[in-house]
């Protein structure tokens, strides 16, 4: 496993040379816990990879292509199709080159946090964790998280969830790569009643705060990424979604209860703009927070 240590290698964040196009589309970095995203599009064909500190995930976008990699002792050309991933271990370099629509995203993951998820997940060394390199492999599941990730980029609540879809996504590469099976099964576990119960009344006691699956697995008394299996396989929902769920469920309250605006229901139900819990209250409920209120008739300012 290649040591984030080596002085050769360079992170990702000063490697910028070969965005070289007319006119290049590039977000801005996301940081993620274990890594960061940044997509682009209308770069160079031509990518020059070099040895990177960070383990290399690639979504390949704007519709099929044909992907040639040099390096690591040979040629490899493959035709990709849209939403198909391609991995490269950290350490390795690379020339790449793109025939076809040049749009992509990047997801850079620190091969320690890699090896530590990983080896926690299913009982092993972390240091004995690779990871597999793939050019264009096709995989829906991988894709999908890939893309929660990026879709949520502007949700001021984005961070609650954006670390279980890390997880499951680093998970997913590992349990398809080409180790023959080897990370295939999981530990269950499950919470005991009493410990589901503390993490409840956690939630509701903290509402109006900013909650972050390490409060709730600090709650439990597992690790993070445990706890995030045990609570969705205890409850059936994972951590976040039942703390959204739980928010609307006290502004429903505040909503049929109280005549405070909606401005400040929002505030005091952990919502950090009153336009962000509109659009997840009526993602849950159908209505918007004023129109709720209006058809239960309660009072109060809608703004």
Known sequence: ???????????PDLWRGWVAADDPLASDPCVL????????????????????????????????KRVRRDGGGGRRVNDV?????????????????TE???AFSHFYIRPDYFGALVGEAFDRDPASVSFA????????HAAN????????????????????????????????STWNGEFRQYRRLTLA??????VCDFVRSNISQRITLEDLAAVAGYSRFHFVRAFKDSTGVPPYAYVLRERVAAARGLLDHSALPIAEIAQRCGFSTHTHFSTRFREAIGLTPADYRRRAGGGGSSD
Request: proline letters at 7%.
């Open 1 to 11: 496993m290649t040591s984030q240590a080596d002085a050769s290698l360079l992170h």
């Open 133 to 140: 390199e793939t050019i264009g492999r096709p995989d829906p």
């Open 33 to 64: 816990r274990g890594g960061f995203l940044q997509s682009w599009q209308n770069t160079s064909s031509t990518m020059l990879q070099p040895p990177l500190d960070h383990h290399l995930v690639v979504l390949h976008q704007g519709g099929p």
């Open 193 to 198: 009643p009493l410990v589901v119960a503390r």
């Open 100 to 102: 076809g629509p040049i």
């Open 81 to 97: 199709e849209e939403r198909s991933v391609t991995s490269a271990e950290a350490g390795s370099a690379y020339r790449w080159q």
């Open 145 to 176: 998280l890939f893309e929660l990730l990026l879709n949520g980029r502007d949700d001021p609540d984005w961070a609650l969830s954006a670390d279980f879809y890390v997880d499951a996504l680093l998970v997913r590469l590992a349990t398809t």
